[in-house]
């Protein structure tokens, strides 16, 4: 199936022209908006005192559900002249990461993970990989994404971990929304054929966005009604759900590739 010349709202920042590229080979038309933006945090105090406190510790683990968290936490280290240390306390610990992104920044420095969520790299699938772990009273280093994993990091303290949490960078709004405010009127006009989210704040984003522009109920009518909603894994199918706009198109694996081919064959299918 392909889309036909469809116009199809994309929210991607990082990895936006790659996710455009595959809406053009499918046939469509990709209008890109980022509705997120990545703020690196202060970190070097934080990764000067965890790496004292890891050189204490005989077998820490490390739960990694980002990749550019990996990237971030060796750029930390190398610009503190502490990247051996890092290194040490990595290659004598356990390495467990929730999704392929983590898995590929720790091999680009060389490390291998040791423990690997399987698809499609939920919080539940990642406890489950950990299900047979012993992390009583072990040193447990949480490397969260761009915003705090409550429920990952209160299961790991219940197993009687000693967690350390790790925030490198944060999610926040572009600073200019105006783009943003304008995807919203051309969603709820009916200029879409669909809308695809790959990660639940760039829903959570464009919700406050249309909130503050008293468009929130037109985006809404719009996203249940002619405007299909893709997302590209059951996480961020979820949080569209709770937000009200529920995904008719959610793809197995949770790729972007797999999203747009999904997306295609539904729309082929609706016409």
């Known amino acids: ?5 469809e116009r199809i709202a994309l929210f991607e920042a990082r990895m936006g022209g790659e996710l455009s590229d595959l809406v053009r080979r499918n046939g469509g038309v990709p209008v890109c908006v980022p509705a997120v933006s990545e703020r690196r945090s202060a970190a070097s105090a934080h990764i000067g005192r965890l790496l004292d406190e890891l050189a204490r510790e005989e077998q820490p683990a490390f739960v990694f559900s980002t990749g550019i968290g990996v990237a971030a936490m060796f750029e930390e280290a190398r610009t503190a002249g502490r990247e051996p240390e890092l290194r040490g306390a990595l290659s004598r610990g356990l390495t467990v990461c929730r999704g392929p992104k983590p898995v590929a920044a720790l091999h680009k420095e060389g490390i291998a993970a040791a423990l690997k969520a399987e698809s499609p790299y939920t919080t539940r699938d990642l406890l489950f990989a950990l299900a047979r772990t012993d992390l ?67 829903a959570r ?35 569209l759900e709770e937000l009200g ?27």
């Open 1 to 5: 199936m392909r889309l036909n010349g």
């Open 136 to 202: 009583a009273d072990r040193f447990t280093v949480l490397v969260h994404y761009g915003e705090p994993n409550e429920p990952l990091a209160q299961s790991l303290l219940a197993r009687g971990a000693r967690l350390r949490d790790l925030m490198l960078y944060r999610w926040e709004l572009p600073d200019d929304t105006r783009a943003l405010a304008k995807m919203i009127d051309a969603l709820s006009d009916g200029s879409f054929a669909a809308a695809a989210f790959t990660s639940q704040i760039q």
């Open 205 to 239: 984003n464009l919700m406050t966005v249309a909130s503050r522009s008293g468009r929130k109920a037109a985006l809404l009518r719009a996203l249940g009604g002619r405007v299909v909603v893709a997302a590209v894994g059951p996480t961020c199918a979820k949080a």
């Open 245 to 271: 706009m529920p995904a008719q198109v959610v793809p197995d694996p949770p790729k972007m590739g797999a999203m747009v081919a999904a997306l295609a064959a539904h729309l082929g299918a609706l016409r």
